[in-house]
C-alpha cells in the first residue's frame, strides 16, 4: 500500500519576489541607498522586512512590488539618462562614503547585525577613499595600536575574498564583527586571524589569542583603506 504523500517543506519563491531580488541588486546604490531608505518607500515598518525578503527569499507582498515598480520606474524603463546618472555618481562622491555607528559588546566583539538595516549617521569625504564603500568606527582594543577604540576605518568591499596576507580586514564571521589581521593558515581555505595587541595578557596567556577561520565561512570581507581619529561628519 502506497504511503500518503508529505506535505512539501520546500519554500515556493513566487517569480515577482526572484525578480524584486535582482532588481534590487541593481538599483541599489543608485534609486536609494540601502534598506532603511526602501522599506520606508515602500510602506514597511522595518528594515529588515528588506532584509527577509533579499537574504531569507520571504516572498514580497505583490502591492509592495508593485510599488516599488512604480516608484523607480524611471530607472527601471532606462528614462534616466548618462547626465543623471553622471549627475548622480558625481553627488554621491561628493556627498562621500556612509558611515553606520554600531556599538560593542563587554568583551569588545560587536555581535552581528545588517547595516543595511541601519541609517548612516554621517558622511566621509576626503581623498584617497573613493572606491571605499563604507566607514565603521573601531571598538575595543584587540588591534592597538595599529587601530584606536573610538577611530573611525574606511573599509572596500571584498567580493571575491581574495586575502593578501598580512592585511588588516574587517570581518563578519559566525555571530560576531572583527576587525584582525589576517595571516595565511596552514591549509589555502583557511586564514588566521591575528590580533596586533600582544601585550594583554590573562593570566599567562594573551587575551586577544589568534584563531583560524574557514574563508568559505566569513559572511562579509573588507580591506581596511584608511584610519581616521576623528568624526568627519
Given at each position: 500500500?502506497?504511503?500518503?504523500?508529505?506535505?512539501?517543506?520546500?519554500?515556493?519563491?513566487?517569480?515577482?519576489?526572484?525578480?524584486?531580488?535582482?532588481?534590487?541588486?541593481?538599483?541599489?546604490?543608485?534609486?536609494?541607498?540601502?534598506?532603511?531608505?526602501?522599506?520606508?518607500?515602500?510602506?514597511?515598518?522595518?528594515?529588515?522586512?528588506?532584509?527577509?525578503?533579499?537574504?531569507?527569499?520571504?516572498?514580497?507582498?505583490?502591492?509592495?512590488?508593485?510599488?516599488?515598480?512604480?516608484?523607480?520606474?524611471?530607472?527601471?524603463?532606462?528614462?534616466?539618462?548618462?547626465?543623471?546618472?553622471?549627475?548622480?555618481?558625481?553627488?554621491?562622491?561628493?556627498?562621500?562614503?556612509?558611515?553606520?555607528?554600531?556599538?560593542?559588546?563587554?568583551?569588545?566583539?560587536?555581535?552581528?547585525?545588517?547595516i543595511n538595516d541601519k541609517e548612516p549617521v554621517g558622511h566621509m569625504n576626503f581623498p584617497g577613499i573613493e572606491d571605499c564603500d563604507f566607514a565603521l568606527p573601531?571598538?575595543?582594543?584587540?588591534?592597538?595600536?595599529?587601530?584606536?577604540?573610538?577611530?573611525?576605518?574606511?573599509?572596500?568591499?571584498?567580493?571575491?575574498?581574495?586575502?593578501?596576507?598580512?592585511?588588516?580586514?574587517?570581518?563578519?564571521?559566525?555571530?560576531?564583527?572583527?576587525?584582525?589581521?589576517?595571516?595565511?593558515?596552514?591549509?589555502?581555505?583557511?586564514?588566521?586571524?591575528?590580533?596586533?595587541?600582544?601585550?594583554?595578557?590573562?593570566?599567562?596567556?594573551?587575551?586577544?589569542?589568534?584563531?583560524?577561520?574557514?574563508?568559505?565561512?566569513?559572511?562579509?570581507?573588507?580591506?581596511?583603506?584608511?584610519?581616521?581619529?576623528?568624526?568627519?561628519?
Amino acid at each position: 500500500m502506497d504511503e500518503p504523500l508529505k506535505p512539501s517543506k520546500i519554500k515556493t519563491i513566487r517569480p515577482e519576489t526572484l525578480e524584486f531580488i535582482i532588481l534590487y541588486n541593481q538599483l541599489r546604490g543608485k534609486a536609494f541607498s540601502g534598506n532603511a531608505q526602501l522599506a520606508e518607500a515602500l510602506g514597511y515598518n522595518s528594515a529588515s522586512s528588506i532584509t527577509e525578503i533579499i537574504k531569507s527569499r520571504q516572498n514580497i507582498d505583490p502591492e509592495k512590488f508593485r510599488i516599488f515598480k512604480e516608484k523607480y520606474s524611471d530607472f527601471l524603463s532606462g528614462k534616466k539618462n548618462t547626465n543623471n546618472y553622471e549627475n548622480t555618481a558625481v553627488s554621491r562622491l561628493s556627498a562621500g562614503i556612509p558611515m553606520f555607528e554600531i556599538t560593542a559588546t563587554a568583551t569588545g566583539v560587536e555581535v552581528y547585525s545588517d547595516i543595511n538595516d541601519k541609517e548612516p549617521v554621517g558622511h566621509m569625504n576626503f581623498p584617497g577613499i573613493e572606491d571605499c564603500d563604507f566607514a565603521l568606527p573601531v571598538w575595543g582594543h584587540s588591534m592597538y595600536p595599529y587601530l584606536e577604540n573610538g577611530c573611525w576605518v574606511a573599509l572596500k568591499v571584498i567580493h571575491d575574498k581574495k586575502i593578501l596576507p598580512g592585511e588588516v580586514y574587517y570581518i563578519e564571521w559566525g555571530d560576531y564583527r572583527m576587525y584582525k589581521r589576517l595571516l595565511a593558515g596552514d591549509s589555502p581555505d583557511e586564514v588566521i586571524a591575528h590580533s596586533d595587541n600582544v601585550t594583554e595578557l590573562v593570566g599567562d596567556r594573551l587575551k586577544y589569542a589568534p584563531f583560524v577561520v574557514k574563508i568559505a565561512d566569513i559572511k562579509k570581507l573588507c580591506l581596511v583603506k584608511d584610519i581616521h581619529k576623528k568624526h568627519n561628519h
